[in-house]
């Protein structure tokens, strides 16, 4: 399967098994999913759901105090 995805400014082409999950996605992308989110048409998706079509953004947790 192959997808388009947002990482921070940069758009870049993926290509993933068919039922890999977003958890998977980031892993291929040398990203560690602890410290990224995944949002698919502007709603944050849980890591361990499958890589569906759609708007996909990868953005870094920011904390701090």
Not at 30 to 58: C, D, F, S
């Amino acid at each position: 399967m192959k997808i388009e995805v947002s990482v921070g400014r940069e758009k870049k082409t993926v290509e993933i098994d068919d039922g890999a999950s977003f958890e998977e996605l980031l892993i291929s992308l040398n990203l560690n999913p602890e410290e990224y989110i995944v949002l698919v048409n502007g709603k944050p998706i849980p890591a361990e759901e499958k890589v569906r079509e759609g708007e996909i953004k990868i953005l870094k947790v920011v904390s701090g105090g």
